[in-house]
DNA sequence: ACGATTTGACCTCC
DNA sequence: GGAGGTCAAATCGT
């Protein structure tokens, strides 16, 4: 948490700096859509920060108190980052049909949406004990590039304002069919690589309704990633969005990228 | 017409 | 036998 509040205060500090930039630009036009560009990136930021510190402030809930840091690489091992404690609680690693342990890796996040791959959903199961369907997505090159990559999408029952999604990485791409890094001209331009605001993940409507309670995590579960990105080496890898230096961008892509 | 999604059936593991 | 994961035919959206 301590190390995402600060993520988020450099963050507004570089979006400050950038305001000062793009009020340089000569071109009105262009000039006003970046200014409202980079104020929306400061909201955001802002939003966040606050979002986190009231969070902090709050005594620790079952759900959200779990929330740590931690990579788990291929061998098993728990990695910590920043010094956030990884809760040991019981891991169930997942195996290949020859045994073997698959790479994987748990985030908690509000966006499951960002990470620039093309997944294609394949299936869909209700999760004993869980408020909401399980997804399960492959890489959209799969067939075409024999990727192994896989995630699985689970909303978390919550009681913020904003949803929290579980997502399970299961092995890294090897098809390197990125959208593109391009910089967005104007926010109006955004079309999600991956569009998550389809019925599917969000609340069913009586659900959304309800204000769904606090349950208790199913007694499976691993420990599990707060998402701010940059994650880890095992993301860093398999999600290039965000740089192992700690930067991360959010990419909405304006258009297909290559091998569309 | 084609690609993506849905969803019940089937498979595998514990 | 039950739960989770995957398949694949049907359906949907463009």
Redesign the pocket.
């Known amino acids: 948490m301590d190390a995402a509040i600060q993520e988020l205060r450099r963050g507004t500090r570089l979006a400050d700096l950038l305001m000062q930039q793009v009020e340089l630009i000569p071109e009105l036009e262009r000039r006003h859509a970046a200014v409202a560009n980079v104020g929306e990136i400061s909201t955001a930021m802002e939003s966040s920060l606050s979002l986190l510190q009231s969070e902090m402030e709050r005594p620790p809930s079952p759900e959200v108190g779990a929330v740590a840091m931690a990579a788990y690489s291929s061998d098993g091992s728990i990695g910590e980052r920043n010094g956030a404690v990884a809760s040991a609680r019981r891991v169930r690693h997942?195996?290949g049909?020859d045994g073997a342990e698959l790479p994987m890796k748990e985030i908690l996040t509000e966006a499951p949406e960002n990470d620039r791959f093309h997944w294609?959903?394949?299936?869909?199961?209700k999760?004993?004990k869980a408020e909401y369907p399980?997804l399960?997505y492959k890489c959209?090159y799969s067939d075409d590039h024999k990727c192994p990559a896989?995630k699985?999408v689970q909303q978390q029952s919550n009681n913020g304002p904003t949803p929290l999604f579980m997502v399970t990485l299961i092995n890294k791409h090897t098809c390197e069919t990125l959208f593109p890094d391009e910089p967005s001209s104007s926010s109006t331009s955004a079309s999600q690589v991956l569009?998550f605001t389809?019925?599917?993940l969000s609340p069913p409507p009586v659900m959304a309704a309800a204000a769904p309670g606090l349950k208790k995590e199913?007694e499976d579960s691993m420990s599990v990633s707060m998402h701010s990105y940059p994650y880890d080496e095992y993301l860093s890898s398999s999600f290039p969005m965000m740089s192992p230096d700690g930067d991360y961008q959010v990419k909405f892509s304006p258009g297909p990228g290559p091998g569309w």
């Open positions: 997942r195996r049909r294609r959903k394949y299936g869909e199961k999760i004993l399980r399960y959209g896989k699985y569009d389809k019925a599917s199913e």
